[in-house]
């Protein structure tokens, strides 16, 4: 290696590339090369360790000798050198977010500008540094006190005094501030005490201070308070020795603010603020607890954000603004006497925090008249009983929401004590429906009934009804008060139908398909397009078996059926089988009732052959019984009716006859609407149930529009029995069997029709 190259050194190296320890060991041993007092001097070409005894320890660092100079390179001294140094590596730590050491390697550049006089560039290094200190908030307290010496001297040289007041105060640490709720909870509109707590740490030899004023700051629902300081005439109990000094402070609102009205009670004006009137002179080694109490106004989390302190000094003033929150705990409370007792802490241990809860309401909300149980399609009526049991005039906005998702909601109204609906309903796509009403001027004590008209929906559903009262007492407008109460309403069916059709057999001729008189359509006394139906007519019995699923009687005013809507050409036609029964009565939980109606449908063109298909539901009028009020109407399904006309088809009926006795009289219908001329072969099957006396088999030629009618005497072998006949109709030109259809009072089962053999026939 040649004289000109510089000397490998590890530590060299590192400073240059600076690592986890590297400005640590740059700095001591750059401290130990400065200070010694005698340097070696080595000839040109001469080896320091050939000439010079070693007496240094090289194993960690390079001699002094070889340090200095290597070190200088840096730099143009040996000041600058180690500036670039620590700089760097506060660079480096930086980067990895190593604040605190960025933090120790600041103070070393500081106490380097020291250690060389350079005054103002150690005071532009330590200013910021201890204003933004992780040391304080860790309790670092032996690193942090070497700052706020560092940083004295400084502001002494520089002739800073702000700074240099401030930072003598927290040497001094002359008082803190600490506040505590006296409950773990509270409520709007109730009166919260809590205490601010003042303690000085000074010398016993030291002059009292005086705090000028304290401001107290919120997050949540509570004013801020200000407190400002009068001195006391009487003695205090620190003039008298004693340790703790415990005041009452009366809060009230600032002259500035007073007579401020919100200008709406459901917009309260700004939170504003309270002050009040303190002794605040603070002796040496003494507390001073400032007892107070505030009414919170909104419901939610509480806690103190900031306290700041106002010291008045000879020729200066000092703010102290207290933002940690681990600073602010109270571990005690203190009462009268100077007894303590242990803080009432939040869930979360903070005594400077607390949960405010909504004021409890006295306004009385109940419903009455609503029916345990409701209907669809019901009118209602319920009332709303409002009482004020509060000890202050109130006004009141009453709401009343449906709660529920549905298509058809039911709608609410109010009524007016002449019964006139006077609604204002309010609907979100989310199933609720709003109605709101006003009441002024609610005196204490008094009560009034307010009606309400409900409509329940056309379909079975499940709501919540919620009253809701938002009041304002006429002392605290600022101050919302909420009262609620909840009601389930279930709309449901009160009736369950079973409906069935059965073919009937028609008397009246067919018309003769070769005797069709060719006229033109005619209408129906001039009315345009309501043509007169001149096709085949098919007869239905409709027997519909209501059975009520009420909780109570109902009065069944009348039960019809609606036609609402007919395919295909046709005219449908129904009329009532049971006219005089069954039209004003009472059903009872659990009863069943049968009603009986015919089904005309009658086709307007006679060549139409398509099969037409009725849509038809069951009207009900009824009310719960003993009720006065309009009756309700219920639409109750029935299952689709398809006539087919242009297929041929058998019916049968049956009746007693009276000679020989017990004899049965079977007619059979085989009906062809086709166009077709159709050959049918009709055979009856012998049975172990009866005898018979008719055609055993024979052949039948049906042109078209036209019916064929066989009779069959049975006599049954049997008693209180169902008994079977089986007629065969085979269709020989599409070659099918035709299926047999009872009439009304026969039966069809999987065997074809049956007929009921009575017991003493």
């Given at each position: 290696m040649s004289s000109d190259e510089e000397p490998s050194n590890p530590l060299i190296d590192r400073l240059r590339s600076p690592d986890s320890a590297a400005w640590g060991e740059a700095f001591a041993g750059t401290t130990l090369a400065i200070s010694m007092s005698t340097p070696v001097s080595l000839s040109a070409g001469a080896s320091h360790t050939s000439l010079v005894p070693s007496i240094w320890e090289t194993y960690i660092c390079a001699e002094p000798a070889v340090e200095l100079p290597l070190l200088i390179r840096n730099g143009p001294d040996?000041?600058?050198a180690l500036l670039r140094t620590l700089q760097r590596s506060a660079d480096h730590f930086s980067e990895r977010d190593q604040m605190r050491v960025v933090e120790l390697i600041q103070f070393e550049q500081a106490k380097l500008h020291m250690q060389h006089g350079q005054w103002k560039h150690a005071m532009r290094v330590l200013l910021p540094l201890w204003q933004t200190l992780s040391w304080r908030k860790s309790g670092w307290w032996h690193l942090l006190e070497e700052v706020d010496y560092a940083l004295q001297d400084c502001a002494g040289c520089v002739q800073d005094p702000e700074t240099l007041v401030a930072v003598q105060w927290e040497l001094l640490n002359q008082f803190s501030v600490g506040f505590a709720f006296e409950s773990l909870e509270g409520s709007v509109g109730v009166s919260l005490a809590s205490q601010l707590v003042i303690s000085s740490y000074a010398q016993p030899a030291s002059e009292p201070i005086t705090i000028r004023e304290v401001k107290i700051r919120f997050e949540g629902g509570l004013r801020d308070i200000r407190i400002e300081h009068c001195a006391s005439e009487a003695p205090t109990d620190n003039d008298r020795g004693e340790e703790t000094r415990l005041q009452q402070v009366h809060l009230r609102?600032?002259?500035?603010?007073?007579?401020i009205v919100p200008l709406s009670p459901i917009s309260p004006s700004s939170r504003g603020s309270l002050s009040g009137l303190a002794d605040m002179t603070l002796v040496a080694g003494c507390t001073t607890i400032l007892a107070f109490t505030d009414v919170p106004r909104h419901a939610g989390e509480v806690e103190v954000s900031s306290i700041m302190s106002i010291i008045q000094g000879k020729n200066f003033d000092l703010e102290i603004i207290a933002t940690d929150d681990e600073h602010m705990q109270q571990d005690c409370l203190f009462l009268e006497g100077s007894k303590r007792?242990?803080?009432?802490r939040s869930l979360e241990g903070r005594s400077n925090a607390i949960r405010i809860l909504p004021k409890p309401p006295k306004l009385r909300?109940?419903?009455?008249?609503?029916e345990k149980e409701s209907y669809i399609n019901e009118t209602m009526m319920f009332i709303v009983d409002v009482t004020n049991e509060e000890e202050d005039e109130a006004d009141i906005h009453l709401d009343i929401r449906v709660l529920g998702n549905s298509a058809e909601p039911p709608v609410i109204s109010w009524l007016s004590d002449d019964d006139n609906s006077n609604p204002l309903e309010i609907a979100d796509p989310g199933g609720r429906i709003d109605m709101r009403k006003h009441i002024e001027?609610?005196?204490?004590s008094a009560k009034q009934q307010h009606k309400v008209h409900l409509q329940s929906p056309p379909h079975p559903a499940e709501y919540v009804l919620e009253i809701r009262a938002r009041y304002y007492l006429r002392s605290a407008l600022e101050t919302p008060i909420l009262k609620t109460t909840t009601a389930g309403l279930v709309f449901r069916q009160p009736f369950e139908v079973i409906s069935s059709f059965t073919p009937t057999i028609r008397p009246e001729p067919w018309p003769n398909y070769f005797e069709i008189d060719d006229r033109e359509d005619k209408t129906n006394s001039g009315i345009e397009n309501d043509l007169i139906a001149q096709g085949l007519v098919q007869s239905w019995s409709l027997i519909s078996r209501m059975t009520s699923v009420a909780m109570a009687p109902l009065a069944i005013e009348r039960v019809e059926p609606r036609v609402t809507q007919v395919q295909e050409a046709a005219r449908c036609t129904i009329t009532d089988a049971d006219a005089d029964s069954l039209k004003h009565c009472t059903i009872l939980p659990g009863d069943v009732?049968?009603?009986?109606?015919?089904?005309?449908?009658?086709?307007?063109?006679?060549e139409d052959r398509r099969p037409t298909f009725v849509d038809i539901h069951l009207e009900v009028t009824w009310r719960r019984e003993g009720s006065t009020g309009p009756a309700n109407v219920i639409h109750l399904p029935i299952p689709e009716l398809a006539v087919p006309f242009g297929e041929p088809r058998v019916l049968a009926s049956a009746r007693n006859g009276s000679r020989p006795l017990g004899v049965i009289h079977l007619d059979y219908i085989i009906e062809n609407p086709s166009?077709?001329?159709?050959t049918f072969t009709l055979t009856m099957e012998t049975s172990e149930e009866f005898a018979f006396s008719g055609v055993k088999s024979v052949t039948v030629q049906l042109v078209p529009l036209s019916r064929h009618f066989a009779r069959y005497n049975l006599l049954p072998l049997v008693k209180g029995a169902w008994i079977s006949p089986q007629l065969r109709v085979y269709d020989i030109q599409f070659q099918k069997t035709l299926k047999v259809n009872g009439t009304e009072g026969m039966r069809n089962d999987r065997k074809?029709?049956?007929?009921?053999?009575d017991a003493d026939g």
């Open positions: 040996e000041y600058t609102i600032p002259p500035s603010d007073d007579g007792v242990p803080s009432r909300l109940e419903i009455a008249g609503l001027s609610f005196p204490p009732q049968e009603r009986h109606f015919g089904v005309d449908v009658q086709k307007v063109d006679l166009i077709y001329t159709l074809g029709v049956s007929v009921w053999v």
